[in-house]
């Protein structure tokens, strides 16, 4: 199965508070973290939903496996 692509616009409303979905991408990859508890309103910690976070993370505590858990839903165009 093909995923959608999304472009950053498209991705940029699903920031937690314009629409009901809470997106972030990473590595290309666009993830659902609306159920997430520690995406509440679009942001966890200083990172803010609705954004390509690859180059935020590049220096995270954790590693990409943090993903995982999330439905990709999307390619970020």
Do not use: C
């Amino acid at each position: 199965m093909s995923l959608p692509n999304y472009t950053r616009q498209q991705l940029a409303l699903r920031n937690g508070q314009d629409r009901d979905e809470i997106w972030v991408a990473f590595n290309g990859k666009i993830y659902d973290v609306t159920k997430s508890r520690l995406w509440r309103e679009g942001q966890h910690y200083e990172h803010w939903a609705g954004q390509d976070l690859t180059p935020e993370l590049a220096d995270a505590p954790h590693t990409e496996k943090v993903f995982d858990k999330f439905e990709v839903i999307g390619r970020l165009n």
